[in-house]
């Protein structure tokens, strides 16, 4: 760590502020890759994904590329996406159906399994290498929770729920949501990438900070457009969304913040159903509450809906929101990029146009058209700009300071819900996992 004029990680890391250096270090980002993404639980991504024998999709962790299937038996694989022969990429494809994976260079042939099936011309071995135990390498710990399929490349560490901890209730609040109980990933994937660090976006997600200032221009749109312009429905949920970004000081104040062990955190009670999905005098979300009650009751729905959470973290790979049936994953390319994957989830069971809404929140909020998103890529390239300078090595992560208080189920809350707990929960979590090869 030749750039870095300092003993050990925790020197990186203050109770009130970080180095620069964890956003701006190459060596440190390569550090990451090992240490923090090689270790900890991350999200992959959905069942529904692979709903039979033979699917697949490709993804990565850190810097392995992996592919996640269903083998014959019906059980999920997580395997290293590289040949054993002369380590090609064996799928190059990000999705599909499959008896088994080829490699392109020498036509060796692997199962879904990652059992070695075929090699050509294998008598010029000295031996059958479908005897040598060559295959492609599964990832060592692979879990699903709520039909999420989480792998981690640790052979050893905490189990997933452990890892999860209260934040699996951010899981469960998004499947509760399905009137036949269960959810699938469903109308393609968001794909965009900004130019700056990936703690950015993590930090970003639970700051209430900032949304009156980074958004002013779509809050003024949206205050400026008349209430009964006629819509197909996405036109609301795009101005309601907006506006709900300018509402005044003390509602951002007045909000939850929870942080959780390794890093995780989720904003609650930013927005419920009455100021944002639908009015409850609406005629898709009457049948949709009625689908709902006759699976769970009356009293079992009004507490699912009750329920009231945008953005959950899941340190260090995935952020989503449960109310609003979006998840998206984030890969590190280098200190200074990012690429994002979002998806949008179906309620089965809901009614058709429940899946329009969610379309329709995605390309508000998620969108690269959207008018929030191009907001924070914009400013997450500004940040990685300016802590290149040299004026001053630290970040001030003071808001709140001194004032988060224990809460349930083993969280902290932030006294105000402008505070920037989670990110000062996301560097102690950081620190921690770099220190242990230390």
């Known amino acids: 760590m030749n750039s870095l004029n300092v003993p050990k990680f925790s020197d990186l890391v203050r109770p009130d502020r970080v180095h620069r250096a964890l956003y701006t270090d190459p060596m440190l980002f390569e550090l990451e890759m090992d240490r923090l993404f090689g270790r900890a639980w991350l999200v992959l991504g959905h069942e529904s994904q692979v709903k039979a024998p033979g699917d697949f999709f490709t993804t990565r962790m ?48 692997f199962a879904c399994d990652g ?20 295959k492609l390498a599964p990832v060592p710990r692979v879990a699903v929770y709520r039909g999420f399929i989480f792998g981690s490349l640790a052979s050893t560490g905490p189990e997933l729920l ?53 958004h002013a221009s779509s809050i003024y749109a949206a205050k400026e457009q008349p209430d009964d312009t006629p819509t197909t429905g996405a036109g609301e949920i795009a101005v309601r969304q907006m506006r709900q970004n300018g509402v005044p000081p003390d509602v951002w104040d007045g909000l939850g913040l929870w942080t959780a062990a390794y890093g995780h955190s989720l904003m609650g009670d930013y927005h419920d159903d009455k100021r944002l999905v639908a009015a409850l005098k609406d005629p898709t979300f009457a049948q949709y509450r009625s689908a709902l009650e006759r699976r769970h009751g009356a009293k079992r729905t009004d507490e699912i809906l009750g329920v009231a959470r945008f953005n959950t973290v899941v340190y260090p790979n995935c952020t989503f929101m449960s109310q609003f049936r979006q998840l998206r994953i984030l890969h590190p390319v280098a200190v200074d990029r990012t690429v994002v994957y979002t998806y949008s989830f179906r309620l089965k069971g809901a009614p058709p146009q429940m899946f329009r809404d969610t379309v329709a929140f995605a390309n508000v909020v998620n969108g690269t058209g959207s008018p929030v998103l191009t907001d924070d890529l914009e400013l997450y390239a500004r940040v990685q700009q300016g802590l290149l300078t040299q004026a001053n090595d630290w970040v001030y992560l003071g808001r709140g300071f001194g004032g988060d208080v224990p809460d349930r189920d083993k969280t902290s809350r932030g006294s105000l819900g402008t505070s920037e707990i989670h990110i000062r929960n996301q560097f102690a979590a950081w620190a921690q996992y770099m220190a242990q090869a230390q």
């Open 162 to 214: 452990d890892f999860l901890g209260y934040m699996r209730t951010s899981f469960d609040d998004m499947i509760d949501r399905a009137p036949d109980g269960e959810i699938e990933v469903a109308g393609g994937v968001f794909k965009h990438a900004y130019d700056g660090n990936w703690k950015l976006m993590l930090e970003n997600h639970n700051d209430t900070y900032h949304p009156a200032h980074v």
């Open 62 to 109: 850190a810097r392995q590329p992996v592919l996640v299937t269903r083998d014959d038996g019906g059980a999920i694989r997580v395997l290293v996406n590289r040949c054993p022969h002369r380590g090609a990429v064996v799928c190059t494809e990000e999705r599909g159906h499959t008896p088994h994976f080829q490699c392109g260079y020498h036509g060796w042939t």
């Open 115 to 134: 059992a070695l099936k075929h090699v050509p011309m294998a008598n010029a071995y000295p031996e059958d290498p479908r005897g040598l135990g060559l």
